[in-house]
């Protein structure tokens, strides 16, 4: 059975720092690639980030370029963002998400696996 557990949600203050990390079981971690959504309060569930799983490529968000960073540690089964200078309207619940094909997560905004979230809230 695939786990995805993501951990490391809070609350951070406007232009604060946060990391969330995604732990995986049951899963060939090393042969998916993974990817971050995030959904705020009364709005739909949007791409964040996503990264190849060699970690060799990584894609963004235009909301979140040269503030969040996403990288991997296969032999962990981990996943990780780092989120700095956080904006109120990052504030969502970050969901982490495993599939095969990068571009499918990036683009289409679909995933074969899903994390049940950890909430990020930054406060003005």
């Known amino acids: 059975q695939v786990q995805l557990v993501e951990s490391g949600g809070g609350l951070v203050q406007a232009g604060g720092s946060l990391r969330v990390s995604c732990a995986s079981s049951?899963?060939?971690?090393?042969?998916?690639?993974m990817g971050w959504f995030r959904q705020a309060p009364g709005k739909e569930r949007e791409f964040v980030a996503a990264?190849?799983?060699?970690?060799?490529?990584?894609y963004y968000a235009d909301s979140v370029k040269g503030r969040f960073t996403i990288s991997r540690d296969n032999a962990k089964n981990t996943v990780y963002l780092q989120m700095n200078s956080l904006r109120p309207e990052d504030t969502a619940v970050y969901y982490c998400?495993?599939?095969?094909?990068?571009?499918?997560?990036?683009?289409?905004?679909?995933?074969?696996?899903w994390g049940k979230g950890t909430l990020v809230t930054a406060s003005s």
């Open positions: 049951g899963l060939t971690f090393s042969t998916y690639a």
């Open positions: 998400a495993a599939h095969t094909i990068v571009r499918t997560m990036a683009n289409l905004g679909r995933a074969d696996y």
């Open positions: 990264i190849t799983w060699n970690g060799a490529n990584t």
